[in-house]
Nanobody, 121 residues
Framework: QLQASGGGAVQAGGSLRLSCAAS????????MGWFRQAPGKEREFVAA????????RYGNSVKGRFTISRDNAKNTVYLQMDGLRAEDTAVYYC????????????????WGQGTLVTVSS
């Protein structure tokens, strides 16, 4: 089970940190990813991190602004979002996959409930 939190409203240029807490004892066995979905748009890959935390991958639209990390001792994955823009407004979902660093939603087995991020310009 995945529980995402940390969403909210922020002005453009601001920062937010999302968290995703996982239950279970095999957290480090899963690659973790963040996706987002804006109204009327398809789900978009944001970032992924490998089970060890040493490998990361980012979508082109967030590269250089967002940072994904994980703390396996706390069963938690984070998404630090800096330099937020209005186009970052979306519901953000965390997900777990047995495939490391996948950018494809179909390769994720478990999904959190989503947390809303609203960026005003």
């Amino acid at each position: 089970q995945l529980q995402a939190s940390g969403g909210g409203a922020v002005q453009a240029g601001g920062s937010l940190r999302l968290s995703c807490a996982a239950s279970g004892r095999t957290f480090s066995s899963y690659g973790m990813g963040w996706f987002r979905q804006a109204p009327g748009k398809e789900r978009e890959f944001v970032a992924a991190v490998s089970g060890s935390g040493f490998g990361t991958r980012y979508g082109n639209s967030v590269k250089g602004r967002f940072t994904i990390s994980r703390d396996n001792a706390k069963n938690t994955v984070y998404l630090q979002m800096d330099g937020l823009r209005a186009e970052d407004t979306a519901v953000y979902y965390c997900a777990a996959s047995t495939s490391a660093l996948s950018r494809w939603p179909d390769e994720y087995d478990f999904w959190g409930q989503g947390t809303l991020v609203t960026v005003s310009s």
